[in-house]
């Protein structure tokens, strides 16, 4: 089972300094279960802003 960020399941990975962030559909019976839905990379400066929220 993967954790949940707003309902939706992700996985976190670091690669080469950047933070790679997979999101996944929600739902019980989706057809590709292990599509990602949406890709974040993140650089070190791109959390710096987030975190100011």
Known sequence: MRD???GYP???KKSGGKT???FFHKGEN???PNAPKMTLELSP???K???KL
């Open 10 to 12: 992700y996985e976190a």
């Open 49 to 51: 802003k987030l975190s």
């Open 4 to 6: 949940t960020i707003g």
């Open 45 to 47: 400066e791109d959390i």
């Open 30 to 32: 989706v057809k590709h």
């Open 20 to 22: 790679i962030i997979k």
